[in-house]
């Protein structure tokens, strides 16, 4: 949660929806509160992930990152929970950058539902629905910057 050690940063934000197979990213800014799909990585080599993440932190500049925190629908860690806040704490310690997580839950499904609106459907919103689901996320956070919490 920010506080005066950590004050809710302002700018461009990235969000990142982990997953061992893919990261999905989005793009916004806390001046317009809203978000944008931006990228998919899609690889599961560590090298290759960090080399797309900082080729888009040189081309954005953001002044701080989220990260999806997945949790059971109760609130409990889910099995990617450990490794989501390894990732947010290997982004924060290799970019400098502030970097906070959010519940992640339902953000898939509400990922799925936009795509639905736009007319995306079944297989066709694999390469897309991570970087949606982080439009999600980072939606989130813009609507609710209390909710996330520093890795």
């Known amino acids: 949660m920010p506080d005066g050690m950590n004050p ?5 934000l990235l969000a990142f929806d982990f997953g061992t197979r893919r990261i999905g990213i989005a793009v916004g800014s806390t001046f317009s509160g809203t978000a944008r799909p931006l990228a998919t990585i899609d690889d599961e080599k ?3 992930r960090f080399a797309a993440i900082a ?3 040189a081309e954005w500049q953001p002044a701080a990152l ?4 997945p949790c059971n629908d109760d609130g409990t860690p889910h099995e990617l929970t450990a490794l989501c806040r390894r990732f947010a704490n290997r982004l924060k310690g290799r970019f400098n950058l502030p970097t906070l997580l959010v519940d992640e839950r339902y953000t898939s499904a509400a990922a799925s539902s936009a795509l639905d609106e736009a007319g995306i459907h079944g297989r ?3 390469p897309l ?3 949606y689901a982080a439009q999600q996320i980072l939606q ?3 609507d609710e910057p209390s909710a996330g919490i520093y890795a």
């Open 8 to 12: 809710t940063p302002s700018g461009t």
């Open 46 to 48: 560590n090298e290759t």
């Open 55 to 57: 080729a888009l932190l």
């Open 66 to 69: 989220v990260v999806g925190l």
């Open 124 to 126: 066709k919103q694999k």
């Open 129 to 131: 629905i991570d970087q």
């Open 140 to 142: 989130a956070y813009f």
